[in-house]
């Protein structure tokens, strides 16, 4: 069976995602810890993170290097957080988020926003990485 993550790339779910290249993909959590908390996650159902090839892991922490930077440029922050758990969802994926100070990084300030937020935030994602000349976008909802 399809992950979940899988299913909400393939469009079975809804989500609202940021990238797709082929090989992975990025989607904004529905639970962020700051506004522009996403997820990068290959299309490769891994469950364990180290299990993935060199090649797929190479790429999956370029396309992780390139959405953090968007979100530097968009949202207030000291740095970009990437964290590694894959507790909740058995297919491996990176979260990426700003922050400001080490509190920030604790899942127990992750809170749903209301659609329309989320929705917000995802075309202001997409559109800096249009801006910036990437492909791999898709188009706005």
């Known amino acids: 069976m ?11 779910l809804p ?6 290249d082929g090989s992975c993909f990025a989607m904004l959590t529905i639970k962020p810890i ?11 159902e891994v469950d364990h993170w180290d299990e993935m090839d060199d ?9 992780s290097r390139l959405l953090s930077r968007t979100l530097r440029q968009l949202f207030p922050c ?8 894959g507790l909740e ?3 491996a994926h990176i979260h990426l988020f700003p922050v400001t100070a080490i ?4 899942f127990a300030l992750a809170q749903e926003r ?9 075309q202001k994602i997409r559109g800096a990485l249009r801006a910036a000349g990437h492909i791999a976008v898709p188009a706005d909802e």
């Open 2 to 12: 399809s992950s979940l993550f899988t299913r909400i790339r393939q469009g079975e």
């Open 89 to 91: 969802v058995r297919h």
């Open 114 to 122: 209301a659609d329309d937020q989320q929705l917000a935030t995802a």
């Open 55 to 63: 090649a797929l892991t190479e790429h999956v922490f370029k396309v």
């Open 103 to 106: 509190s920030d990084l604790n």
């Open 15 to 20: 989500g609202h995602i940021l990238w797709d």
């Open 78 to 85: 000291e740095k970009t957080a990437m964290m590694i758990a």
């Open 34 to 44: 700051r506004e522009g908390h996403l997820l990068v996650i290959p299309h490769q």
